[in-house]
């Protein structure tokens, strides 16, 4: 039986928040944002293992009491080699066909049901995938005095989410291959590697915060979300 462990990258700054501390330390509903994120998967008995990727010199970290949670102080330069980092401190303690979802530390909102979705649509997948929603928005090409140029088809065209879904092995490999420079998500580590990951229908709740009208957001969802399961 093949394993779920998740990764959770927590090493960035959070420049676009502007905030005093990075945006997962951030006050939201009385404890910090990241608790939030982690508690999703600390419910759920599907999910073996939690690690969360901090920067080596973080000084924001406070424990959220869960057994299931391993920090690991192996933040690097950019996202992706913080993921790679984190895949290569575990791969002795994981089989290469174990699945690792990857998860941002700023995206508190995930819901049970989206994580139950996308743990049965790929439980039996060759390659993974990750949640994603369909572009809704008239998408328009700028010129470069801001202007118009034209209005671009959006269908076939989806928003990735996290979390995304691969085997350990094969996402390590991906990531090796693309390189960690370029700013890029798993799935398209993944693609680099000729592979083409599901997308698993995820929804507006599941955003991340990014800027901070974005925090505000978050506290209604999580809010209306408790408020649900009273
Ligand atoms: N992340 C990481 N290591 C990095 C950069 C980002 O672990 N070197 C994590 C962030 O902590 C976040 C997730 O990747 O949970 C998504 O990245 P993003 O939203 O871009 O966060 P930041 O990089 O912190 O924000 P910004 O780009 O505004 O600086
Ligand atoms: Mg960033």
Redesign the pocket.
């Known amino acids: 039986m093949r394993k779920n462990y998740v990764l959770i ?9 502007g905030s005093e501390r ?3 330390y951030l006050q939201l509903l009385g404890k910090p944002l990241i608790h939030h994120t982690l508690s999703v998967f600390e419910t759920h008995p599907a999910i073996e293992r939690i690690f969360v ?1 901090l920067s080596p010199d973080d000084t924001y970290w406070t424990t959220c009491g869960s057994k299931k949670v391993t920090v690991l102080r192996c ?5 992706a ?2 993921v790679l980092n984190g895949l290569n401190a575990i791969a002795d303690s994981v089989d290469e066909h174990d699945w690792v979802l990857v998860h ?3 995206r508190p909102c995930l819901s049970r049901e989206l994580l139950d979705r996308l743990l049965d649509e790929l439980a039996n997948d060759s390659v993974g995938g990750l949640l994603a929603v369909p572009v809704a928005d008239t998408l328009k090409r700028a010129d470069k005095q801001q202007r118009v140029d034209r209005t671009e088809p959006r269908e076939g065209l989806w928003r990735a989410q996290t979390p995304q879904m691969f085997p350990h092995g094969l996402l390590r490999k991906a990531l090796q291959a693309i390189g960690t420079d370029a700013p890029t998500d798993e799935a398209q580590a993944i693609e680099f590697l000729g592979h083409a990951p599901k997308l698993v229908l995820g929804d507006g709740h599941n955003l ?1 915060v ?1 800027y901070p009208e974005d925090l505000a957001m978050a506290g209604l969802i999580l809010g209306d979300m408790e408020n649900n399961n009273d």
């Not at 990258?9 to 928040?17: K, V």
């Open positions: 990258p927590a090493a960035g700054s959070g420049s676009r928040m990075p945006k997962q990727l933040g690097g330069e950019t996202r080699e913080t941002d530390a700023a991340k990014t």
